[in-house]
């Protein structure tokens, strides 16, 4: 039996192991259970101060679109941070989303109806694609991803169904499982809502048995297949998961703003949704979501108060690449790890008083 991991070396009994060598492993995970469920509480007060922050300034309309591009980051982190694959081309599933809810929007149907459709269609798409790149090296996926999604542009620039260069207006806002978005705080507590079942059910994934074998993928993927893990089919699942949640943030984005354009298809798209990510954290979920919040965010002030927006918006984001290599996602973890290690020491040791 290899019991390699946790210190023991071939040929060694148990009885013979030190004590500590067989102890650290199972003390390392219990600070790592105990780190996540102190990045969770705090998460949760975060997300309970931007809901007070929102209904106290009642900016829901500028909140509701940071929401958006939110999710737009989380569906790209999905595909990069969790299976490592460069999925450089997501603004693809991001349009597919959106234009679906212009196509349909003279349609009087159900606004469930093109929000589950451009979600699926998204899926079937980037499920035919991983057919294809999954095969090939990294390099190769990632210049197809992008190729794919610069062709999907070019057709929405070009073609009437699509509506040219001018794209689809007139999108009704409709509802979201039947919860009106007519205004725009009724709009706010949909997305908000949105985000928060996204985070905890991608939350739960990531933590499972499934999320485990997806870790093993991205950290060597040739180990992971030496081990008996299907890398192909794992990959193939966090592409096709991710497209579905960038096909949401469209389909959101098209019912708020009411139109769709295809600027949103161009490669610049989806390289910002990558910047996001890297801003965040690669891998962090939450890192994902306040790295979409942090880019539009500082897009609408930039556009708001300078003449030269894209200028400041690239200082910006190059110095918290450059200081912050991990992410903010990276900063908060060591902050609380040593405010716990902290707190470690100073809880009085075992026979000592008080």
């Known amino acids: 039996?290899?019991?390699?991991?946790?210190?023991?070396?071939?040929?060694?009994?148990?009885?013979?192991?030190?004590?500590?060598?067989?102890?650290?492993?199972?003390?390392?995970?219990?600070?790592?259970?105990?780190?996540?469920?102190?990045?969770?509480?705090?998460?949760?007060?975060?997300?309970?101060?931007?809901?007070?922050?929102?209904?106290?300034?009642?900016?829901?309309?500028?909140?509701?679109?940071?929401?958006?591009?939110?999710?737009?980051?989380?569906?790209?982190?999905?595909?990069i941070g969790w299976s490592g694959l460069p999925a450089f081309g997501q603004g693809l599933f991001f349009a597919i989303g959106a234009y679906t809810m212009g196509f349909f929007r003279s349609a009087n149907l159900p606004s469930i109806v093109p929000q589950l459709l451009g979600i699926v269609v998204a899926a079937v798409v980037a499920a035919l694609i991983a057919l294809v790149v999954t095969r090939m090296p990294f390099i190769g996926f990632s210049m197809i991803t992008m190729i794919v999604a610069q062709a999907a542009y070019q057709f929405a620039y070009t073609s009437p169904i699509t509506g040219g260069e001018n794209g689809f207006y007139g999108i009704l806002r409709g509802d979201f499982l039947g919860i009106s978005l007519s205004?725009?705080?009724?709009?706010?507590?949909?997305?908000?809502?949105?985000?928060?079942?996204?985070v905890v059910l991608l939350g739960v994934a990531k933590r499972s048995a499934w999320g485990r074998k997806v870790e093993a993928v991205r950290l060597d993927p040739a180990r992971a297949g030496a081990l008996g893990i299907n890398v192909r089919p794992i990959?193939?699942?966090?592409?096709?998961?991710?497209?579905?949640?960038?096909?949401?943030?469209?389909?959101?984005?098209?019912?708020?703003?009411?139109?769709?354009?295809?600027?949103?298809?161009?490669?610049?798209?989806?390289?910002?949704?990558?910047?996001?990510?890297?801003?965040?954290?690669?891998?962090?979920?939450?890192?994902?979501?306040?790295?979409?919040?942090?880019?539009?965010?500082?897009?609408?002030?930039?556009?708001?108060?300078?003449?030269?927006?894209?200028l400041f918006l690239g200082i910006v984001l190059v110095l918290v690449v450059l200081l912050t290599p991990g992410g903010l996602a990276d900063i908060a973890r060591r902050i609380l790890r040593r405010v716990l290690r902290a707190t470690e020491s100073r809880k009085p040791k075992e026979g000592e008083e008080g």
């Open 1 to 79: 039996m290899n019991l390699d991991g946790v210190g023991i070396r071939r040929g060694q009994s148990l009885s013979d192991t030190p004590v500590n060598a067989t102890i650290a492993p199972i003390s390392v995970g219990l600070r790592r259970l105990r780190e996540s469920r102190w990045t969770g509480r705090l998460m949760l007060a975060l997300f309970i101060v931007v809901l007070v922050f929102v209904w106290l300034t009642g900016s829901y309309f500028t909140w509701s679109l940071m929401a958006v591009y939110g999710i737009f980051a989380l569906g790209t982190s999905i595909p």
């Open 235 to 310: 990959r193939t699942a966090t592409f096709v998961i991710g497209a579905a949640v960038c096909a949401l943030g469209g389909v959101l984005y098209a019912q708020l703003l009411g139109s769709v354009d295809p600027s949103i298809a161009f490669w610049t798209a989806s390289t910002l949704a990558v910047v996001m990510v890297v801003v965040g954290g690669l891998g962090s979920i939450y890192g994902a979501v306040i790295g979409g919040l942090l880019y539009q965010g500082l897009t609408l002030y930039f556009n708001a108060t300078s003449a030269t927006p894209i």
């Open 183 to 198: 205004s725009d705080s009724s709009f706010w507590w949909v997305i908000a809502g949105i985000v928060a079942v996204l």
